[in-house]
């Protein structure tokens, strides 16, 4: 995993001249974290088939990681591209770059504390983003939430778009709206999320989407708790705990997690 | 796959004189297809740990075949025991039935024109048992919902009780509130099912399920249809869908699916 | 991936007289697009047993390819079978045809833009046909939503039916209602949805269900939002925030990931 | 599994004048079932990489068994810590608690008929912990909950925190607001659960995320059931009835249930 203290290191580097340079290597577990970090959030539905997450180059504040235009969870590491605060591919080697790379350098630019950035589309913040619902932290996991959620509307930089941020312009105004928070969403979109590591914007995206799910429940709740419904009565309910409950299910449940 | 006309045959073999056989072999292929159900059900999450599905013996018609007390999931062809229409199983050689056999037994002693049952707690169900909002078809899948979809309320029968069938009593009630019909809900409990054969009591479930929750979904789609949401303009959608928009998923997708 | 220049090539062959032909052979490429389309469709659920996607031949545009009746996510090459504009399956040696085919020969035979379409009954759809909430474009992904999602309903071209579109003047009055849209909704049964291409069709299909979803919790935020919830303070959360909070959580998402 | 009876010879053992011991052998089936116990709830999706689950020792009733500090999923049986009542690891050989443990030393210290507790942050159970819609048991599975579910306002024993229970007078706090219930929620946190048993706490756990989403489902059904939907009329539905529905589908779900 990387270390705070390797973004520290970082700190004092850029206190250097900056030497021009073409791609320096990231260090291959820096790679793997990103590598991972594609997966992840795939296999936990937070990206599809789009969306894409970076770290910032450990080696030079002024690049980052960011794959090649591919589905996430096809990601490996030849596909991770260096890029420039421009979203220029260093060494494109023929590889095309993912349009909306603009979010991520940016970002990078406007904010010295994020060293990792995730674009999502995931369903479950779109409502939030289309409506004037604002996202507040359900649970401790979320706590990051506490700070605001910002939604970025494009209508307000530019009009009628087709929605994504493919130019330099559009990344500088989205991160402006930023500002100094951890998440944003983006209305009709996705949403942004920020943090100093890999797995710190890995976990906040993850706990982003499940804070979502569950701040809409329980809304429904409040709403809808005048309902009539009709529980079991005390009497019922010891009639049947007076029977061994789970002992079927426990074998199966064993089986299962086998 | 288990044929009407296996029970056309079988009508005839009921005017003959009964002889008091003890358990006759089923054919395999319905053991097979039982033994399938319950997979299936499990499966498709229509059954977890607990509930299960029976099938008349196609030998005679005052026998039924269900798995011993297992979890659906588990249940193999040497599972499966014969009973009679009173709930006894006929060679048990220690193999302890399910409490709740007399859902089945009862149902088939008061259906004629019943060959399979299912008895399950799928979590989409319950709600419409605790409240008063009765089952409707949302979709031809889910036609046969159309003969009304009656609750059983043990209450009634029994007052306070620990909510299961565990006695013949119980199951009369349940058949007598069951009628004609091919499902009914059991108020804080679950649900029977009944069909002709296995395959479509196996259909039947699974769409009673799916139209529970396309039920609720519509509903509450009614109920929030004011709310103000901000879709994309026209505009925005045009200038977005002037890009080939699912190249790169198409790549996953094809991968995914192999 | 079969391209529009394809069906460019496919334009210019149409103006030649057309000669009377038994099947003629489809490009492999398109037939195993096809069934990856089946696939897919059947993996992200939009499809379950039932529903189908079809593709227009290449070699001659009054035809189009459609798998024999067989749920999609059995569907192999040797089920792909060329039918004419009336739904005739022009080869069928044996095999028998969707009774629904009826959809896909009509809209081909009016709409001389669409080279791909699937019919399906995603749970997520019902509600819509079901109620007056006509469809939006939550996102960018559905995009192609704004051009309006008409609803069919059966009752108004035949009375009292079995919903099913099993004959010609019924695949005439859908593609009728279906004018020039990419999608519409059936009532109580399903949808139909169109494009240029393979890919394009199952990405609408894809992104038309993640839609309805979207559409359905934003529409249940709005209407539940003044609800009274205790979110975490700033206080609570930033004393959270101190600790590291997703190291355990990251070695078991790597874990899962790989 | 651990028997109730084994408890009860603990209670003997209880009697005797203490001696003091260093970690002493659990029984290997009592280990493998809480390493299964956790492994169930992370496939149940009860618990992700954080929560936990604990057995009280049979042969010291002041000592309870729990991981280190670990995601459940991986957790194995060398992982497995024996704790005394103050939350005291007593064999630690390096290896790092979870800071919640006193969750579990204080419940064990007021409860004892309680042999085995989970804590967890199950999304379906927050929204009840962060509105006042008290959870009631829906059906038979959830009986327990008859005997009421208080909600834990960690503000009242602590003011602002950080939310965890990471010292003793909280854990002292938690024990004393559960008093004799089988189960509480914590706001803006999660939940405790405790039995008499391994089994027992597992399948109470799984229950109540069941229940929790059933509630919500229910209390939202009453509340949007005045809608106007079109279901099939009786007529549709039994002419689609007519035909064999469910033939293709069967085939399916065979092969899938393989």
Redesign the interface.
């Known amino acids: 995993?990387i270390q705070r203290r390797d973004f520290l290191a970082i700190g004092v580097a850029a206190l250097l001249p900056q030497i021009k340079i073409q791609a320096q290597q990231a260090p291959q577990t820096l790679i793997d974290d990103l590598v991972?970090g594609n997966?992840?959030l795939a296999?936990?539905m937070v990206l599809?088939?789009?969306g894409h997450i970076s770290v910032r180059h450990p080696g030079n504040r002024n690049r980052f990681l960011l794959s090649r235009?591919?589905?996430p969870?096809?990601v490996t590491g030849a596909d991770i591209m260096e890029h420039d605060l421009d979203g220029n591919p260093v060494d494109p080697k023929g590889r095309s770059p993912y349009k909306e790379r603009f979010i991520h350098s940016e970002i990078y630019r406007a904010r010295s504390d994020v060293n990792a950035v995730v674009h999502c589309?995931t369903?479950?913040l779109?409502?939030?983003?289309?409506?004037?619902?604002p996202l507040?932290?359900?649970?401790?996991?979320s706590?990051?939430?506490?700070?605001g959620v910002p939604v970025f509307e494009i209508r307000e930089s530019a009009g009628?778009?087709?929605?994504?941020i493919e130019t330099q312009p559009l990344g500088v105004a989205l991160a402006k709206k930023l500002a100094d928070k951890p998440a944003m969403l983006m209305?009709?979109?996705?949403a942004v999320i920020v943090a100093d590591t890999i797995?710190?914007v890995?976990?906040?995206s993850?706990y982003l989407d499940?804070n979502a799910?569950?701040?809409?429940?329980?809304?429904?709740?409040?709403?809808?708790?005048?309902?009539?419904?009709?529980?079991?009565?005390?009497?019922?309910?010891?009639?049947?705990?007076?029977?061994d409950?789970?002992?079927?299910?426990?074998?199966?449940?064993?089986?299962?997690?086998?």
């Open positions: 995993m991972a997966h992840i296999g936990e599809d088939g789009y235009s591919l589905a969870e096809s589309h369903p479950s779109i409502p939030f983003g289309v409506t004037k619902v507040r932290p359900m649970y401790h996991q706590a990051f939430l506490a700070a009628m778009t087709n929605m994504l209305r009709g979109h996705g797995p710190n890995v976990g906040r993850i499940l799910r569950i701040q809409l429940q329980a809304l429904q709740l409040v709403e809808s708790a005048k309902g009539s419904i009709t529980p079991l009565t005390p009497e019922e309910a010891q009639k049947y705990a007076a029977s409950n789970y002992a079927r299910a426990w074998e199966l449940w064993k089986k299962k997690a086998r």
